[in-house]
Protein backbone atom coordinates (compact mmCIF):
# COMPACT_ATOMS: atom_id res chain seq x y z
CA UNK A 1 0.00 0.00 0.00
CA UNK A 2 1.35 3.44 -1.05
CA UNK A 3 0.80 5.63 1.74
CA UNK A 4 -0.44 9.11 0.37
CA UNK A 5 1.46 12.59 1.72
CA UNK A 6 0.16 15.61 3.55
CA UNK A 7 0.70 19.00 2.65
CA UNK A 8 2.64 19.82 5.45
CA UNK A 9 5.40 16.75 4.81
CA UNK A 10 5.44 17.67 0.97
CA UNK A 11 6.43 21.63 1.99
CA UNK A 12 9.03 20.38 4.63
CA UNK A 13 10.64 18.37 1.30
CA UNK A 14 10.27 20.80 -0.60
CA UNK A 15 11.82 23.46 1.77
CA UNK A 16 15.19 21.17 2.15
CA UNK A 17 15.96 21.06 -1.36
CA UNK A 18 14.60 17.58 -2.47
CA UNK A 19 13.95 17.53 -5.81
CA UNK A 20 10.28 16.02 -6.50
CA UNK A 21 8.20 14.83 -9.81
CA UNK A 22 5.27 16.62 -8.62
CA UNK A 23 2.23 16.09 -10.93
CA UNK A 24 -0.41 19.12 -11.27
CA UNK A 25 -3.57 16.93 -12.91
CA UNK A 26 -5.66 19.83 -12.86
CA UNK A 27 -7.01 22.11 -15.94
CA UNK A 28 -4.69 24.69 -17.12
CA UNK A 29 -6.83 27.99 -16.24
CA UNK A 30 -6.57 26.60 -11.99
CA UNK A 31 -2.25 26.15 -12.99
CA UNK A 32 -2.21 29.69 -13.92
CA UNK A 33 -4.32 30.84 -10.59
CA UNK A 34 -2.39 29.21 -8.31
CA UNK A 35 0.64 26.15 -8.50
CA UNK A 36 2.81 24.65 -6.78
CA UNK A 37 5.24 24.45 -9.97
CA UNK A 38 4.40 21.01 -10.55
CA UNK A 39 4.25 19.33 -13.94
CA UNK A 40 0.97 20.43 -15.13
CA UNK A 41 -1.09 17.72 -17.58
CA UNK A 42 -4.80 17.95 -17.10
CA UNK A 43 -6.50 14.67 -15.91
CA UNK A 44 -8.39 14.73 -18.78
CA UNK A 45 -5.04 14.48 -21.41
CA UNK A 46 -3.33 11.85 -18.98
CA UNK A 47 -3.39 8.94 -20.63
CA UNK A 48 -2.08 10.72 -23.95
CA UNK A 49 0.36 12.58 -22.25
CA UNK A 50 2.29 9.92 -20.28
CA UNK A 51 5.64 9.38 -22.78
CA UNK A 52 6.42 12.86 -21.07
CA UNK A 53 6.99 11.69 -17.99
CA UNK A 54 7.82 8.01 -18.64
CA UNK A 55 11.04 8.44 -17.10
CA UNK A 56 9.23 9.22 -13.63
CA UNK A 57 8.01 5.27 -13.42
CA UNK A 58 10.81 4.07 -11.26
CA UNK A 59 10.57 7.40 -9.06
CA UNK A 60 8.24 8.59 -6.52
CA UNK A 61 5.68 10.67 -8.37
CA UNK A 62 3.60 13.01 -6.02
CA UNK A 63 0.43 14.01 -8.05
CA UNK A 64 -1.87 16.67 -6.78
CA UNK A 65 -5.34 18.48 -7.60
CA UNK A 66 -7.29 20.92 -6.13
CA UNK A 67 -9.08 19.18 -3.49
CA UNK A 68 -7.42 15.51 -3.98
CA UNK A 69 -10.54 13.53 -5.96
CA UNK A 70 -9.29 14.08 -9.47
CA UNK A 71 -5.47 12.99 -8.11
CA UNK A 72 -6.60 9.80 -6.76
CA UNK A 73 -8.28 8.89 -10.17
CA UNK A 74 -4.61 10.04 -11.55
CA UNK A 75 -2.91 8.10 -9.39
CA UNK A 76 -5.05 4.37 -9.43
CA UNK A 77 -4.24 5.59 -13.37
CA UNK A 78 -0.74 5.89 -13.04
CA UNK A 79 -0.49 2.52 -11.33
CA UNK A 80 -2.44 0.66 -13.55
CA UNK A 81 0.13 2.16 -16.29
CA UNK A 82 2.87 0.29 -14.53
CA UNK A 83 4.51 3.78 -12.34
CA UNK A 84 5.50 1.91 -9.08
CA UNK A 85 5.40 4.58 -6.68
CA UNK A 86 2.38 7.25 -6.81
CA UNK A 87 1.67 9.18 -3.97
CA UNK A 88 -1.32 11.36 -3.69
CA UNK A 89 -1.39 14.97 -1.96
CA UNK A 90 -4.23 15.09 0.74
CA UNK A 91 -6.63 17.35 -0.06
CA UNK A 92 -4.75 19.53 -2.94
CA UNK A 93 -4.50 22.94 -3.31
CA UNK A 94 -7.35 23.89 -1.06
CA UNK A 95 -5.33 22.29 1.70
CA UNK A 96 -2.19 23.81 1.39
CA UNK A 97 -3.50 27.48 0.61
CA UNK A 98 -5.47 26.87 3.93
CA UNK A 99 -1.87 25.54 5.67
CA UNK A 100 0.36 28.10 4.03
CA UNK A 101 -1.58 31.56 2.66
Do not use: Y
Amino acid sequence: MIEDISVIKLKQRIDAGESINLLDVRETFEFDEFNLNGKLIPLGELPGRLDEIEDWKDQEVIVHCRSGKRSATAQQFLLQSGFQNVRNLIGGVLDWQKEFE
